[in-house]
């Protein structure tokens, strides 16, 4: 009777026993088994090589296949031997050119980057000195204090605004470990909270159910059409729009009334930011001036001439002292709201190109500009140097918001997709296709980086980290330009160009 391996079922060449299970197998393939599990394949109990024993048998002589029994089918196996050896070396002489042409690539990628390293490093510090040698530019007006306060500096209240022109400052010593020791404090807070949402933060589910609670047409005018812009305060209690009729307006949720009318600029407003602290409003506007209002008195305060174009984007910094802006002069500009001074202004030589909007980093030290050619880009604020650049877009990029984490970036433009990037990886890691043909205006995460609103042809909520929308609001019947989230996620604000300010919540 012959001996059959229990593993393969076939005559064994070289059979052994286990005398663990009592049970033949061929030794290569025991020993590859007991190798790499160390117990014996019938009952699994523990085994060793060395106590396998050797079965004294015959030597078996396998029979030659029918195939290989004439001379013309020995022929033919060698034919297909020799046909598989050159198909493998084709195939090996392929990946071998691949793998030159990878290296050759990469060492060049290698020396171009060599070369814009030592370019950049050389203008950078043609820059530092030449921005040593510059005076830095009087002050010209410093904050007084109101009637009523008590050591609170704030804007003053004048009825001629003072008007500052380009002529960038200094970044003195004083304004760097202020803007550090922010950017410091804001990290430890963020630590601290660790990734834990706030218990009153709004669920998914009761956003999925949000309804409109208010619409409100009558804010702009009539015969020009549109809000452009909107932001809230900080208590979100009042909302701030800008819009296509030169005027910027502060409506109150609650009493659902007009609070400001501000009136100063020559063309559509552009952008607008409440500051989260003071009663002030910031505006920027197509007529390339950047206005500082007391919302109190609906008085300018300052008007900062910081661009020779169009003012396409401003973000206030986590200090709420300065104010980051860019326009379609290709130049970024830094400047003291409280002054009106442009402390920096920058662009990037190497590529002068419109920028479409600008935001700063949560934490203050970087930030984030779009531009004309669908291109991310990335500055350090104290060095004045672009760090990293994302391309990926195919159209002007519309809009960019960093979430509050400090880790992720959403950014749109005229391509109807959404990209978010990792600034921990400099790379894009989700892609968001929209419907064809959509337009998308604005982007904003919450306060707590949990959910992302998109404006545009409607407005669109998605739950962060899933990136899976979770709810559509098309109530607008034209292009919505501005979403805001209220405190915790309690209620979304939307504005566009059918001039309504909307309200979506819960319904009572």
């Keep these: ?71 013309p ?9 020799w046909d598989a050896c050159m198909l493998h070396s084709f195939t090996l002489r392929q990946q071998l050119q691949t793998a030159r042409q990878e290296l050759s690539h990469a060492l060049y ?38 009637e009523g306060t008590e050591g609170v500096a704030t804007i003053p209240t004048r009825t001629d605004a003072m008007e500052t022109e380009i002529s960038p400052g200094e970044m003195t010593e004083e304004i760097l470990l202020k803007l550090q020791e922010t950017a410091a404090m804001l990290t430890a807070e963020r630590k601290k909270r660790g990734k834990k949402a706030p218990e009153d933060l709004n669920s998914a589910e009761n956003i999925s159910n949000f309804v409109q609670l208010s619409s409100h047409p009558g804010l702009h005018s009539a015969s020009v059409p549109g809000i452009l812009a909107l932001d809230l305060s900080g208590d979100s209690s009042r909302a701030l729009t800008g819009g296509a009729d030169k005027n910027a307006v502060v409506f109150h949720k609650e009493s659902e009334q007009v609070i400001a009318v501000l009136k100063g600029h020559t063309k559509k407003i552009s952008g607008v930011v409440y500051h989260p602290k003071e009663d002030v409003a910031i505006t920027s506007s197509a007529d390339a001036t ?100 994302f391309s990926g877009h195919s159209g002007p990029i519309t809009s960019i918001s960093f979430s509050e984490n400090g ?36 982007l904003t995460f919450d306060q707590t980086g949990t959910y992302l609103a998109v404006g545009g042809t409607d407005v669109q ?44 919540g819960l319904p009572a």
Excluded at 14 to 25: K, Q
Excluded at 114 to 139: F, G, M, S, Y
Excluded at 417 to 435: A, C, G, M, S
Excluded at 480 to 494: C, D, H, Q, R, Y
């Design 290 to 389: 950047i206005r500082v209002w007391a919302v109190g008195t609906s008085l300018c305060q300052q008007v900062v001439k910081a661009h020779d174009g169009p003012v396409t984007g401003i973000s206030l910094h986590p200090t709420g002292d300065y104010l980051l802006s860019a326009a379609n002069d290709e130049f970024w500009a830094f400047s003291d709201i409280k002054t009106g001074q442009v402390i920096s202004k920058a662009n990037d030589p190497t590529s002068p190109v419109a920028l479409t909007c600008a935001q700063f980093h949560p934490d203050g030290l970087i930030f984030g500009t779009g531009t004309a050619d669908s291109i991310i880009k990335i500055w350090d604020l104290k060095e004045r140097a672009n760090v990293a650049n």
């Design 109 to 146: 990628q290698h020396d171009a980057a060599c070369r814009v390293i030592a370019r950049l490093t050389k203008e950078v510090t043609a820059a530092r000195e030449a921005l040593a040698t510059l005076k830095p530019q009087a002050a010209g007006f410093a904050p007084t204090l109101r």
């Design 407 to 442: 880790y992720y970036l959403a950014t749109a433009a005229n391509d109807a997709t959404l990209k978010l990037w990792d600034l921990r990886k400099l790379k894009n890691f989700k892609t968001i296709n929209l419907e064809e043909n959509y337009q998308v205006q604005y």
């Design 73 to 81: 089918a020995i022929l033919k196996l060698l034919q297909d031997e």
């Design 1 to 71: 009777m012959a001996l059959v391996c229990s593993i393969s079922n076939e005559v064994p060449e070289e059979p052994v026993l286990s005398p663990v299970s009592n049970h033949v197998f061929e030794r290569r393939l025991v020993v590859k088994y007991i190798n790499d599990n160390g117990t014996d394949p019938i009952n699994g109990e523990a085994l060793s090589v060395d106590q396998l024993l050797e079965i004294k048998v015959s030597a078996v002589v396998k029979p030659r296949p029918p195939s290989a029994t004439s001379i």
């Design 461 to 504: 909520i998605y739950l962060c980290k899933q990136w899976n929308m979770i709810k559509q609001i098309t109530e607008h019947t034209g292009l919505v330009m501005g979403v805001k989230f209220g405190i915790n996620s309690s209620f979304l604000a939307s504005a566009g160009m059918d001039r309504h300010l909307k309200f979506f």
